[in-house]
């Protein structure tokens, strides 16, 4: 049985594998993929939105699939349970995470145009939102999804649809990976250019490096790809996670970005991670926000704004943040997708 992503039609090369065997043992191949997403696991397991199992349109497949429905149904609403042929199955896991990172893609593009014109892009998310023909989730705008999932299954179904000969519908699925990355250079690229065109030895402080909170997976996070662009700008580094060690952080480096010794001169006097967020925040030029912990909205700001250097910059790469109070208390704050000082609307305030 198949729990997890696989390319389309897998379970026919599983079946062949089977049948080659001289056990005599009769088999039928079930695709039952799991929709579990890290740091909410066992309740997406106990009240799932959906089961998905999917088998041969045979009598032996169909009662496959309805023995491991009779299994489901158990705790499972009937309603919630849906079978499909095997294809349809396979097929539909990577399409729902496709269709995940669509969405984020589409916000964070909006919030480059919410920077350009004054418009905030979380009232423009809440405003669609609210349309319930598209939904409030996954509408919020950030420095850019990561994980294992997302860009991996996308890239699945590009390469799906360029070996079916389905070039333009693959460029679509591309430009979802491609924006992804264009957010996250224009936020590196934004803080280099609000600290005055230049981020060469200064400190910087990366607040969250696991690539979405309650979790310490930095798979394909956000944090290195913005931390690769300031070690090219020889920015100094410091870093605080509540999960992510400082060899985990190393690796993650050198494994997605092939930033290592031998690619950053000097990397491991660049870098390092610090016990608290006090610590990694002394005489800091900026604060960078990469992780959405809980922990990061209870800060002492003030304590925080005390101990960096002036001025004293925050960017706030998940709009976590309360950032009137953090301008009242000194600082610059750059937030993506929200207005800036330097946006003037059309009646000239």
């Not at 598209?134 to 991996?152: A, E, P, Y």
């Not at 909205?297 to 960017?315: E, G, H, I």
Request: hydrophobic share 40%.
């Amino acid at each position: 049985m198949e729990k997890s992503t696989v390319p389309v039609r897998t379970a026919h090369a599983m079946s062949r594998v089977l049948a080659s065997s001289e056990s005599g043992v009769k088999f039928q191949v079930l695709s039952n993929p799991e929709f579990l997403a890290e740091g909410t696991a066992v309740t997406d397991l106990a009240k799932p939105s959906r089961v998905l199992i999917g088998s041969q349109q045979t009598p032996e497949g169909l009662r496959a699939a309805a023995t491991l429905k009779a299994v489901y149904a158990q705790w499972v609403a009937p309603e919630r349970i849906i079978t499909t042929n095997l294809w349809s199955s396979e097929l539909s896991k990577l399409v729902a995470n496709a269709f995940l990172a669509q969405r984020i893609s589409s916000i964070n593009s909006i919030s480059a145009l919410c920077e350009s014109t004054g418009a905030d892009v979380d009232e423009v998310a809440r405003a669609v939102g609210s349309d319930i023909r598209i939904g409030k989730h996954f509408l919020r705008s950030s420095v850019g999804f990561g994980g294992s999932c997302f860009q991996k299954d996308v890239l699945n179904l590009v390469y799906l649809c360029e070996s079916f000969g389905l070039r333009d519908v693959a460029a679509y699925w591309q430009q979802v990976i491609d924006m992804n990355e264009y957010q996250k250079m224009r936020f590196a690229k934004k803080m280099v250019s609000t600290m005055f065109n230049t981020v060469t030895g200064k400190k910087i402080t990366i607040l969250g490096f696991a690539f979405k909170k309650d979790t310490g997976d930095t798979r394909e996070t956000a944090a290195a790809y913005v931390a690769k662009t300031l070690l090219e700008e020889r920015a100094r580094l410091r870093v605080y996670d509540p999960k992510v060690k400082e060899d985990q952080m190393f690796w993650e480096l050198d494994h997605t970005c092939h930033v290592n010794a031998e690619t950053v001169k000097g990397l491991t006097d660049l870098i390092g991670m610090d016990a608290d967020p006090y610590t990694a925040a002394q005489d800091s030029h900026a604060l960078a926000i990469m992780t959405e912990w809980d922990e990061f909205k209870t800060l002492d700001f003030t304590r925080l704004f005390n101990s960096m250097l002036k001025p004293a910059f925050v960017f706030d790469g998940r709009n976590i943040l309360d950032h009137d109070a953090l301008r009242e208390i000194g600082f610059q704050v750059y937030a993506i997708g929200k207005p800036h000082g330097d946006i003037v609307d059309s009646f000239g305030r």
